[in-house]
């Protein structure tokens, strides 16, 4: 499905290996690496390091493919969100300078910015200020101004309070880009160069929107309609959004090793770049890119990973990597043969509806019934046909992992849907 790329948690068919693996992590994790390059479902460099010690430095190529696909260890690749670390360190190199305070609220840097002083850098940080997670009608745009892309965020309406939840949102990040901007002596892009990029030696990382060539550049691919293995639209690559920053392996490394050193920012104020589970995270992707930053400080493990191709099974290979360090058991990934099964049309009819998408509330869904099968009609209009493989899941190609999946409500007694979209599980509310 073109506009949804979708990606079940659990392969079925897949046999799981045990904690008793004579195969030590390292071989693991090469081989798990390696069976999804071979089913056309990786193609990048990864990194896992445990305890000091690399487990696994390598680069996958999917074979059979174009040599435009194909990337070598020193590749640059488009790290979306993973762009956001540098906003998060920024912001405490900026505190540490005692140029912004965490309790700041915008208002202090964009004194037009409606209820600016109920939302906080703190709010931002954490997603916490209310905002949207994306831009309203901004499908047609390309490359957009930080100064323009404040303009459009100030129309947006909050979702909440400020503080009072949680919800990821990258139009928050936007403001907190432009903060970033303006209380560093030289703008964002001078700052992150200055006080980040350079003390720790990152010389293959830098904004591409801002560069003019990028060598060893990894160009971006995902598939078609058709499955077929294309190189993504050029507006993929020159998206407007927090920092569109490429980078190398090497050099995310050097960041992760440098985190909590002490060089740049004091190893208290880098506390505040951990989450709940005392870890560094952060995902990113778009069409034709995938990217994943996880340190561990405390269990000692670091697992980056830097792919051009963007149809893999995204949230099961993070999940599956720390558990094959750990020694538990995992499920390595094998090729899909779905096959459909008749539902009845009464058992269809329990699905349809109206769905809007818990992580998104701009995202709603249609599902009707036509013919037999269920049909989801996106926002814009783009209709995907699903086929039934179980009474609740259903998929629209046999050979790949996409589809849906319905789960019932105990408490409504009705049934809602689970889009598991880029690899990620994403679960919606069903609509009155």
Do not use: W
Not at 116 to 145: C, F, K, M, W, Y
Not at 146 to 169: H, K, M
Request: aromatic fraction near 10%; charge should be positive.
């Amino acid at each position: 499905m073109k506009h949804l790329a979708l990606c079940l948690l659990l392969l079925t068919t897949a046999a799981t290996l045990r904690a008793q693996s004579a195969a030590p992590p390292s071989a693991q994790l090469d081989a798990y690496f390696a069976a999804l390059t071979a089913q056309k479902k990786f193609n990048g460099n990864v990194l896992v390091a445990s305890q000091g010690q690399e487990l696994l430095r390598e680069t996958y190529n999917i074979p059979g493919q174009s040599d435009s696909l194909r990337v070598a260890p020193d590749s640059r690749f488009i790290i979306a969100s993973v762009s956001k670390l540098f906003i998060k360190y920024g912001v405490l190199v900026l505190v540490q300078q005692g140029r912004l305070g965490l309790q700041d609220p915008v208002s202090k840097f964009l004194p037009d910015f409606p209820r600016g002083r109920d939302i906080t850098v703190a709010h931002l940080l954490n997603h916490q200020s209310g905002l949207p997670r994306e831009l309203r009608n901004t499908r047609q745009l390309d490359q957009v101004s930080l100064v323009r892309t404040i303009e459009l965020a100030q129309q947006e309406t909050l979702l909440f309070e400020p503080g009072t939840r949680t919800q990821y949102s990258n139009v928050g990040f936007f403001v907190l880009h432009r903060i970033v901007d303006l209380a560093s002596p030289h703008g964002y892009t001078a700052f992150v160069q200055r006080d980040i990029l350079r003390p720790f030696g990152m010389k293959h990382t830098g904004e591409f929107n801002a560069t003019g060539r990028v060598r060893r550049f990894a160009y971006g691919f995902a598939t078609d309609e058709r499955r077929r293995i294309r190189p993504v639209a050029a507006v993929a690559i020159n998206r407007f959004e927090t920092g569109n920053y490429y980078a190398s392996l090497d050099d995310l490394a050097r960041f992760a090793a440098g985190l909590f050193s002490g060089q740049v920012l004091t190893a208290e104020s880098a506390q505040h770049l951990l989450n709940a589970e005392g870890a560094v995270v952060q995902a990113g992707g778009r069409p034709g890119y995938r990217a994943y930053f996880y340190q561990h400080p405390a269990k000692q493990l670091t697992f980056l990973l830097m792919s051009n191709y963007s149809d893999m099974p995204f949230e099961k290979v993070i999940q599956d990597v720390p558990r094959i360090v750990a020694g538990e058991p995992y499920q390595l990934p094998v090729a899909m043969n779905r096959r459909e099964v008749a539902v009845p049309a009464a058992v269809l009819q329990h699905y349809t509806g109206r769905f809007v998408l818990e992580a998104d509330p701009a995202q709603v869904f249609e599902v009707r019934v036509e013919k037999g099968l269920l049909l989801l009609v996106e926002k814009d209009g783009t209709t995907t046909r699903f086929r039934p493989d179980g009474e609740t899941t259903f998929f629209d190609d046999p050979e790949s992992a996409e589809g849906l999946r319905f789960e019932l409500d105990p408490t409504t007694q009705a049934y809602r849907l689970i889009l598991l979209s880029d690899g990620l599980t994403l679960p919606t509310k069903r609509l009155p």
